[in-house]
């Protein structure tokens, strides 16, 4: 991605960008001039390693988006290194582990993980630094949700819950925190191929190609464009709105 200056001197988290999606949006935010604050639970090398290599600041720090502590920590950790924060985005998701289920037979503790994560992780997040954003006046949140909170799909109704959840919460967070300065803002995936979702039935990822307009795999950096702009003063007036980003499947 060509270097521009949509986000220079400021500073983004992204969640869960050790890999994947969250590594793509690390990347583009650093190539459009910002720090990037590497949040995941797990190492992160490669993405600071990326994020270094394409011009920006990185500071990588492990967290855990369902322990409020950990994530108070992360936001203390961007502030002492960076001075700011202007940007969140909400990337961290509990996925990987999840199969094709019955809805009958999901595991309760499982599904119990999965709101820890997916909706109470990016209330903390939004509540950890929102803080600094109300200080400044400004800052943007982009909550990453999936277009089966759209759609639906059979087999996964704890995920797509949890993903319906984030896209109300949007809409709730807007309105309170617009006064502030912050906008809120969500991105609908379709399904993207990382390493995470590319052992899914082969079956069920056909069906999502063949139901799409433009007719090939979606991949991480496919979602890039859309989260610089609602990082940025381009999407200045815009809050409490869903994007989905699927190559025309769901034309919502």
Known sequence: MPSHDLLAGRTVIVTGAATGIGQAFAVGAAAQGANVVVADMNAADETVAAVEAAGGKALAVRVDVADNASVQAMARAAVDRFGRIDGLVNNAAYFREVKLTPFEELDPAQWDRIFAVNVKGVWQCCKAVMPAMREQKSGAIVN???????????????????????????????????????????????????DATKNRPIEWQQSFLKARAISREQKPDDLVGTALYLLSDLAGFVSGQTIVVDGGHIMY
């Open 144 to 194: 990453i949700a999936s277009v089966v909170a759209v759609a639906g799909q059979p087999g996964y109704l704890h995920y797509v819950a949890t993903k319906g959840a984030v896209l109300s919460m949007t809409k709730g967070l807007a309105k309170e925190c617009g006064p502030h300065g912050v906008r809120v803002n969500v991105i609908a995936p379709g399904f993207v191929i990382t």
